[in-house]
C-alpha cells in the first residue's frame, strides 16, 4: 500500500483486565481518516468442537494475539456463582461482567487476583456461562473488552459470535463442527486428561442442551456468519484443522 496514504495516529487503549489507559500508536489511513483496521481471524463454532485449540495454534503460527471469549463468559458465570448471585438477576450479573477484574497473562487467568485458570474450565461454570450468555445485558457489557483486544500485528479469537456480531468485519471467519459424539468424546478425554471425573453419556446430553441453548437464543445465537467458510474437524486431527485455517489465510492474503 501506499505510505502515502497513510499516516500515525494516536489512540488510548485499556488492555484487557486492566483499569489503566495504555497509549499506543495506530495506523490510520488519510483518505477515511479511521483507524486502518488490525487483522481479526474469527473462530466460532459450538461447544467442544475444537475451536479453542485451533485458534490458539493458528494464533501461534502466525504471531498474532488470542482471545478466549468463551473465557470472558465463564469468567461472568463463576464470579456470579462465587457471589452466590441468583442467576436470574440479570442487572447484577452484567454489572459484574462490566467489571470484571480479569487478568490473562502467560496462558493463566487471574480474577481478582486469584488463578481460576483450572475453576472456569468446570461444566458447572460451562453450563452457568451458557445460561448467562443468553442476558443481552451481559453481552453487551462484554462488548467492548473483546474489542479490545484487537491489536498489532493480529488477533486469532473463538466463540460463538465472533464473527456476525463482535468482527463483522473479521479478515477471515471460520466456523468450526464436528459431530456431537465425537465432541462429547473429545470432552472426556480433555477432562480425564486433566484430572476432572467424568461420565460420557451425561456430558453428551451436557452439549446437547448447551447447543440448544446457545443455538436458539434471542441475543446473539450460535451460527454461522454468511461469509464464514464451513470446516468440520470430525474425522480431522488438530493439526490437519490448524492447516486447513492456515490455507483459508494464504487464500485471503493474510
Ligand atoms: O466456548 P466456551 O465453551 O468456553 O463458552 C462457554 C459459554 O459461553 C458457551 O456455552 C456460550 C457462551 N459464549 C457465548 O455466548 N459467546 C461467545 N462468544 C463465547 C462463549
Known amino acids: 500500500m501506499d505510505i502515502l496514504n ?33 487483522v481479526v481471524i474469527t473462530i466460532d463454532g459450538p461447544t467442544a468442537s475444537g475451536k479453542g485449540t485451533v485458534a490458539q495454534r493458528v494464533a501461534e ?41 480479569c487478568v490473562f497473562r ?29 442476558y443481552q445485558p451481559v453481552r453487551d457489557a462484554l462488548k467492548a473488552l473483546q ?15 465472533m464473527g456476525t456480531v463482535i468482527f463483522p468485519d473479521a479478515d477471515l471467519k471460520v466456523f468450526l463442527t464436528a459431530d456431537v459424539a465425537i465432541r462429547a468424546e473429545r470432552r472426556y478425554k480433555q477432562l480425564l486428561e486433566n ?27 450460535l451460527r454461522p456468519a454468511a461469509d464464514a467458510v464451513m470446516l468440520d474437524t470430525s474425522s480431522l486431527d488438530i493439526d490437519e484443522s490448524v492447516q486447513r485455517v492456515l490455507d483459508a489465510c494464504v487464500e485471503k492474503k493474510i
Open 6 to 38: 497513510f499516516f500515525l495516529g494516536r489512540a488510548f487503549f485499556r488492555s484487557a483486565g486492566s483499569s489503566r489507559f495504555h497509549f499506543c500508536l495506530v495506523v490510520m489511513d488519510s483518505q477515511e481518516n479511521s483507524p486502518k483496521k488490525v
Open 195 to 221: 484430572g476432572f471425573p467424568a461420565n460420557i453419556d451425561t456430558l453428551r446430553k451436557d452439549l446437547e442442551d448447551r447447543d440448544k441453548r446457545d443455538s436458539e437464543r434471542k441475543s446473539s445465537p
Open 61 to 101: 503460527s502466525l504471531g498474532f494475539h488470542y482471545l478466549d471469549s468463551g473465557a470472558l463468559y465463564r469468567l461472568t458465570a463463576l464470579s456470579a456463582l462465587q457471589a452466590d448471585l441468583p442467576l436470574d438477576d440479570v442487572t447484577a450479573i452484567a454489572a459484574l461482567a462490566q467489571e470484571l477484574p
Open 106 to 134: 502467560h496462558g493463566r487467568v487471574l480474577l481478582a487476583g486469584e488463578d481460576v485458570t483450572d475453576k472456569i474450565r468446570t461444566e458447572e461454570v460451562g453450563n452457568t456461562a451458557s445460561k448467562i450468555a443468553a
Open 147 to 161: 474489542v479490545s483486544f484487537r491489536q498489532a500485528p493480529g488477533l486469532v479469537t473463538d466463540g460463538r459470535d
